[in-house]
Nanobody, 123 residues
Framework: VQLQASGGGLVQAGGSLRLSCAAS????????MGWFRQAPGKEREFVAA????????YYADSVKGRFTISRDNAKNTVYLQMNSLKPEDTAVYYC?????????????????WGQGTQVTVSS
């Protein structure tokens, strides 16, 4: 599976962005998809994940109520809608794909990673 993330940019605090992650391969619908982020000098951290069917979603406490993960298996694409953005959301955002039985909220549970897209939130 190859993943291509897009949609990052510069936005003011309180604004919104929608990230997309397009996947190649015929087995996209069988993977758990996740979003992680990494700020300068910090470790990569879990943001959100969605089950293969889209029926289950998981969020980091820091983004609950502000971010929404979704997927369109017909388009091989997963999205991250980010609202009420804060300066502390500034990071490179990565999408990832992993097996359904993997550990959804840790990076080690994912086998494939996209290249990352920069999100910068100004105060």
């Amino acid at each position: 599976v190859q993943l291509q993330a897009s949609g990052g940019g510069l936005v003011q605090a309180g604004g919104s962005l929608r990230l997309s992650c397009a996947a190649s391969g015929r087995t996209f619908s069988s993977y758990v998809m996740g979003w992680f982020r990494q700020a300068p000098g910090k470790e990569r951290e879990f943001v959100a994940a969605i089950s293969w069917s889209g029926g289950s979603t998981y969020y980091a406490d820091s983004v609950k109520g502000r971010f929404t993960i979704s997927r369109d298996n017909a388009k091989n694409t997963v999205y991250l809608q980010m609202n009420s953005l804060k300066p502390e959301d500034t990071a490179v955002y990565y999408c990832a794909a992993g097996p359904p039985e993997g550990r959804t909220v840790v990076a080690g549970g994912y086998d494939y990673w996209g290249q990352g897209t920069q999100v910068t939130v100004s105060s």
